[in-house]
């Protein structure tokens, strides 16, 4: 029988979490909403009956939409992760991300499931000394450096890090810590796509691969049933069901390099500039925290390359430093330094231009 959605409206992450576990155990669909963000009350879907779970996309650019999915879409990720982590029922798991991102809700349901503490900190209590593994995005992984570069005490000694791209420099500054960092790359609508556990980036267990034409397309138990407000680009062959949300990637004996959404390509003075390709080089410089890369409207260039940064870099430093690293189309026109980036509710840099 068709059900509808179960929203979830608690503005602490704790009370969210336990609320959309019961909702799911007495068979319903939960959506956690942001208290911030009102949801229509009345959001009629009608949802097949194998529905588990609803989560919002991180909404980096235009309105979020709902991803709807299987409760063994999440299940089958649960196993390879207690394995490779090395956890144990019992065993805390940090999860420090807003309620409303699918990191949350899909920790949530893994420590449920794995007989995991979840451990979610809150201004009177870190609970860095209760917890054997963090789940983080990069920028909360900033955080848990500096608490622990401060001496805060903890027991974390494994760091799964996704959500957004790990700048080099702060994985190193995290493993000087005795931390292991095991970066993942992964999407609402497609949950956990790759990871690198010491060899590489490359397909996570039970995900397969393929590239066509420079994009990524994954099979895997993992793909969503559907996503409401948009839409999840599928197609079947032989059999099989694929689906992509257009990553462009190279791949070199099976190490996966993720390079950027195609549809985000910038196209200036007749060159075609991929963001992502810039971000790296960026992010890699040892003075910055992360970085944003745009086109923006030119009455000459058609587009031009505009980069806004978090850091203590000069202006110019980072003009040298692209210059040898960078093609001429793809090094920034212009420079923005900012505080901070705007993000969503996971961390995720948000796709739009900063107010500066």
Not at 37 to 45: F, G, H, R, S, Y
Not at 71 to 92: K, R
């Amino acid at each position: 029988m068709p059900r509808n959605l179960s929203l979830v409206n608690a503005p602490h992450a704790i009370d969210a979490l336990a609320q959309a576990l019961q909702v799911r155990a007495a068979g319903g669909v939960p959506l956690i909403v942001d208290p911030r963000a009102p949801v229509d009350k009345e959001l009629n879907v009608s949802l097949p009956d194998t529905a588990a779970w609803a989560v919002f996309t991180s909404g980096t650019t235009g309105a979020p939409k709902i991803v709807v999915r299987t409760a063994q879409s999440w299940q089958v990720a649960f196993g390879p992760l207690d394995a490779q982590l090395g956890l144990s029922p019992g065993d805390g798991l940090w999860m420090p991300v807003h309620q409303v991102s699918s990191m949350a809700l899909f920790s949530a349901a893994w420590a449920h499931d794995s007989q995991l503490a979840l451990v979610i900190p809150t201004t009177d209590d870190l609970g860095l000394d209760r917890a054997v593994v963090a789940h983080v995005t990069p920028q909360w992984l900033v955080h848990l450096v500096e608490l622990l570069e401060a001496g805060t005490p903890s027991t974390i000694g494994t760091v799964l890090v996704g959500g957004d791209r790990l700048p080099a420099q702060l994985a190193k500054r995290a493993e000087r810590l005795g931390l292991r960092v095991v970066p993942y790359v992964g999407a609402s609508e497609l949950s956990l796509i790759a990871w690198d556990t010491g060899n590489g980036m490359r397909a996570f267990d039970g995900v397969t691969t393929r590239i066509a034409d420079g994009e990524l397309w994954v099979a895997s138990q993992q793909v969503a049933l559907d996503v409401i407000g948009g839409t999840l680009r599928t197609e079947v062959i032989d059999g099989v069901r694929w689906a992509t949300i257009g990553d462009r990637v190279n791949q070199t004996h099976g190490v996966l390099e993720f390079l950027g959404r195609g549809d985000e390509a910038i196209l200036t003075a007749g060159a075609t500039v991929v963001p992502g390709d810039v971000e790296r080089i960026i992010t890699a410089h040892p003075q910055v925290v992360a970085c944003l890369v745009l086109g923006q409207p030119d009455a000459v260039l058609g587009q031009r390359v505009v980069a806004w940064f978090e850091g203590t870099p000069e202006i110019w430093q980072l003009r040298h430093w692209v210059r040898s690293r960078l093609p001429k189309a793809a090094q920034p026109v212009q420079w923005r330094r900012v505080e901070a980036l705007p993000r969503t509710a996971s961390g995720k840099i948000r796709r739009v231009a900063p107010e500066v």
